[in-house]
C-alpha cells in the first residue's frame, strides 16, 4: 500500500517535496515512479527511480527542477519539486513497480492515492 502526501498551495516559483510512505518489507523490491493528473488531462509520467535509486528518470518538462529519490530504510520516496509553475498544478500519484524502471503507467502494479498540487499566486 502507497500513501501520498505533501501537497498543497505554492506559490510560482516556490517548492514542495511530496512523500510517498509504502507499507510492507518489499519496498526496496519496487521501483517507484510518480505521474501526475490535470484535470480535463490524461495521468502523464513525471519521474522514476530504480529499486536501488542508481537511476532515475524524469519527464522533460520538469526536468531540472524535479528530483525524485528514496530512502528504502524508511520504505519512503520523494519528489522534490522547485520552480513550480502553473502547469504542474494537478494530482500527484506515487506508484511501484516490478520492472526495473518504466515511464508508462502500465508498468505499475500499485498506486497510491493522489495528493493535489496547487501552483498560483
Known amino acids: 500500500q502507497l500513501q501520498a502526501s505533501g501537497g498543497g498551495l505554492v506559490q510560482p516559483g516556490g517548492s514542495l517535496r511530496l512523500s510517498c510512505a509504502a507499507s510492507?518489507?518489499?519496498?526496496?523490491?519496487?521501483?517507484v515512479g510518480w505521474f501526475r493528473q490535470a484535470p480535463g488531462k490524461e495521468r502523464e509520467f513525471v519521474a522514476a527511480?530504480?529499486?536501488?535509486?542508481?537511476?532515475?528518470d524524469y519527464a522533460d518538462p520538469v526536468r531540472g527542477r524535479f528530483t525524485i529519490s528514496r530512502d528504502n530504510a524508511k520504505n519512503t520516496a520523494y519528489l522534490q519539486m522547485s520552480s513550480l509553475k502553473p502547469e504542474d498544478t494537478a494530482d500527484y500519484y506515487c506508484a511501484a513497480s516490478t520492472w526495473l524502471i518504466s515511464t508508462v503507467p502500465g508498468g505499475y502494479v500499485y498506486w497510491g492515492q493522489g495528493t493535489l498540487v496547487t501552483v498560483s499566486s
Open positions: 527511480i530504480t529499486r536501488s535509486g542508481a537511476s532515475t
Open positions: 510492507g518489507r518489499t519496498f526496496s523490491s519496487y521501483a
